[in-house]
C-alpha cells in the first residue's frame, strides 16, 4: 500500500493508516532505521491528517 492518499484525492481511513504503520514496526521490529524510518514518518503524517479529517466529518 502506498502511504500516499489515492489520486482521487480522497484520504485513507485512519485506521487502514494504523494498521500499515503497526506492521511496517512489527516487520523491522520496532527498528526503524533509513527507509523504513522514512517510510514511518509519512505515514504518521498521513494517519495525523486522516485523523483530523475525521474529526471534522463528525463535527
Same mark, same amino acid.
Given at each position: ?8 484525492? *480522497?484520504? &485513507?481511513?485512519?485506521?487502514? +493508516?494504523?494498521?500499515?504503520?503497526? @506492521? ?12 523504513? *524510518?522514512? &517510510?514511518?514518518?509519512?505515514? +504518521?503524517?498521513?494517519?495525523?491528517? @486522516? ?9
Amino acid at each position: 500500500m502506498s502511504p500516499t492518499p489515492p489520486a482521487s484525492g *480522497r484520504a &485513507r481511513p485512519a485506521a487502514e +493508516v494504523n494498521a500499515e504503520i503497526r @506492521a511496517l514496526v512489527e516487520a523491522c521490529g520496532g527498528w526503524l532505521y533509513g527507509d523504513s *524510518r522514512t &517510510r514511518y514518518e509519512l505515514l +504518521v503524517a498521513e494517519w495525523a491528517a @486522516a485523523v483530523r479529517g475525521e474529526i471534522v466529518e463528525a463535527a
